[in-house]
């Protein structure tokens, strides 16, 4: 198994229910999509044909997550990961995806997303 690490945070424009404008929400998912592009591209690993990606995400308080919006919130780092070519397919075939939170005020806030090759 081959495994690639990044540790980038997604914008809180990125989530479903942030309200402000389109416009701003859309620099946001641009500038995350890039980020993870970037550093991908540093990272050592891919293209996977069928992978599993794990977010891992650290928060500076005890709050109940939506996890469906943390996972629509990602869902531009997902898509740098196709960009830059580690991942092939986002399609329900090719890629599974996990989530975990922890709670650590020196390290919020921060995800750290793993991409696992899978068989």
Known sequence: ?????????PPEECSPNWRGHWAVKSRASRAAREAVKLSAHQADGGPYHKAH?????ICAAERPRDIDNWLARCKP?????????IIGADDHKHLSLSMTFEVNKNRAPSTVITVTEMN
């Open 53 to 57: 990606i794990h977010y891992h995400v």
């Open 77 to 85: 780092m997902t898509d740098g990961l196709r960009d830059a070519g």
């Open 1 to 9: 198994m081959t495994t690639v690490t990044l540790n980038i945070h």
